[in-house]
């Protein structure tokens, strides 16, 4: 199993980034996914964001409104579309998907980072 993020960088305050993960070696769209992101500095990560097989999102207080978690499971990818980005969104960005009956079967991605910067 392999869960590949891409589509971080640095950007400046009010800015977009649309982060991806793609996922081989599974059957992705028996999986909840979702985007967790870990601070500098910190141990650990926080939830960002959530979405089910069936399509079911939920949100962090910090990011509701402005991010936006979505799958296209005929590409086996999964995204995280994030607006009018603040500073405090800088973190690394990671992936993970869970087995929506086996909750033992769960993986992570490596991570991507984030940088959000005048």
């Known amino acids: 199993v392999q869960l590949v993020e891409s589509g971080g960088g640095l950007v400046h305050p009010g800015g977009s980034l649309r982060l991806s993960c793609a996922a081989s070696g599974l059957r992705f769209d028996r999986y909840n996914m979702a985007w967790y992101r870990q601070f500098p500095g910190q141990e650990r990560a926080e939830l960002v964001a959530?979405?089910?097989?069936?399509?079911?999102?939920n949100y962090s207080v910090s990011v509701k409104d402005r991010f936006t978690i979505s799958r296209d499971d005929a590409k086996n990818t999964g995204y995280l579309q994030m607006n009018n980005l603040k500073s405090e969104d800088t973190a690394v960005y990671y992936c993970?998907?869970?087995?929506?009956?086996?909750?033992?079967?769960?993986?992570w991605g490596q991570g991507t980072q984030v940088t959000i910067s005048s």
């Open positions: 993970y998907v869970e087995d929506e009956f086996r909750g033992y079967l769960k993986y």
């Open positions: 959530h979405i089910t097989s069936a399509g079911a999102t």
